[in-house]
């Protein structure tokens, strides 16, 4: 199968998930793509609720220099961790939502630097992204505890932080993340318990600035249940809008900032996005 169709099936099925390894994967199927133009095309449509995903391949169309881009954006997440693990300390209980590699990233470097921490995770219906985030931080020997969604308070009751990724911001510094991430973003505040968003700062979406709407993706009833009684309806929308004023920070490559000053850093930094 064509370097591009397999990438295409592999996002499609959520076997490769997660912005910044969608992004990577898009990258380098691209750089083995003998038509560009129809590479992007495809691409872009395999999720196109992912604008990480689509500034990648904008950037290349444009600069080229494919190698470059996977060095910068390596580069770039080391900055991150190094951002991110500064805010977990001895003795904290971080809670995260999902799976985000860079959440996860930054929290495997805190534990190899050292700190002794633990982490409250959330099993994120309907594919269980949770139960992934647990494998990986119990395989790199930090204590983790699974929750149900449902008991998303109980985990975040003792939590010191919380830390979640990114799939998308808009230029009024609302950022989409997995279902349920404002939900918890709520309960986070509510004991007063800080909450940072961990991503690459190429989740903004440069189309927000002109006042399109951000789409939130929605999937197929059926990965939620298979066969429903007649007449039930469901709802898949499998990410949901954090509204900024719930957020503690945006940890980027660019630095630790408030959504309003991450939008004006972004912009400032990666010209050719406006
Ligand atoms: C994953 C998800 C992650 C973001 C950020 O959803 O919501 O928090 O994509 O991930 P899905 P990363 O499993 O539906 O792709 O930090 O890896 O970019």
Same mark, same amino acid.
């Given at each position: 199968?064509?370097?591009?169709? +397999? ?12 912005? %910044? ?8 199927? %691209?750089?083995?793509?003998?038509? #560009?133009? @129809? ?10 609720? *992912? ?14 220099? $494919?190698?470059?881009?996977?060095? +910068? ?13 500064? +805010?977990? @300390? ?6 995260? =939502? ?9 929290? &495997? =470097? ?5 700190? #002794?921490?633990?982490? =409250? ?5 309907? !594919? ?28 975040? @009751? @003792? ?5 979640? $990724? ?9 950022? &989409?993340?997995?279902?349920?991430? *404002? ?28 006042? !399109? ?6 999937? *197929? ?17 499998? /990410? ?10 945006? &940890?980027?490559?660019?630095?630790? !900032? +408030?959504?309003?000053? /991450? ?6 930094? %990666?010209?050719?996005?406006?």
């Amino acid at each position: 199968m064509d370097v591009v169709e +397999k990438t295409v099936r592999d996002i499609k099925s959520i076997k490769v998930q997660g912005a %910044y390894h969608i992004a990577i994967a898009a990258v380098k199927a %691209y750089m083995k793509a003998k038509d #560009k133009k @129809k590479a992007v095309k495809k691409l872009v449509a395999s999720r196109p609720t *992912e604008p990480m995903l689509r500034n990648s391949l904008m950037y290349v169309e444009k600069m080229g220099g $494919g190698k470059e881009l996977l060095m +910068k954006l390596e580069e770039d997440l080391k900055k991150i961790i190094e951002y991110g693990s500064e +805010k977990i @300390k001895d003795g904290m209980i971080v809670y995260t =939502h999902c799976h985000s590699s860079i959440v996860n990233d930054i929290l &495997i =470097h805190a534990k190899k630097s050292g700190k #002794k921490f633990e982490v =409250h995770v959330t099993e994120t219906r309907p !594919f269980f992204q949770g139960r992934l985030t647990a494998k990986q931080l119990s395989a790199a020997r930090i204590p983790v505890t699974l929750f149900v969604d449902s008991a998303a308070r109980l985990a975040l @009751k @003792k939590a010191d932080l919380m830390m979640i $990724g990114a799939d998308a911001i808009t230029a009024e510094g609302y950022v &989409i993340n997995k279902i349920g991430s *404002e939900l918890v973003a709520d309960v986070a505040n509510n004991y007063q318990i800080p909450v940072f968003v961990c991503t690459h700062s190429w989740k903004f979406d440069p189309k927000t600035i002109f006042g !399109f709407d951000e789409e939130i993706e929605r999937r *197929e009833a059926k990965e939620i249940w298979k066969n429903p009684p007649r007449g039930v309806k469901i709802s898949n929308y499998v /990410f949901e809008k954090v509204n900024p004023e719930k957020l503690t920070a945006i &940890i980027s490559e660019l630095g630790i !900032f +408030k959504p309003a000053t /991450f939008i004006v850093e972004v912009r400032k930094s %990666y010209g050719w996005m406006n």
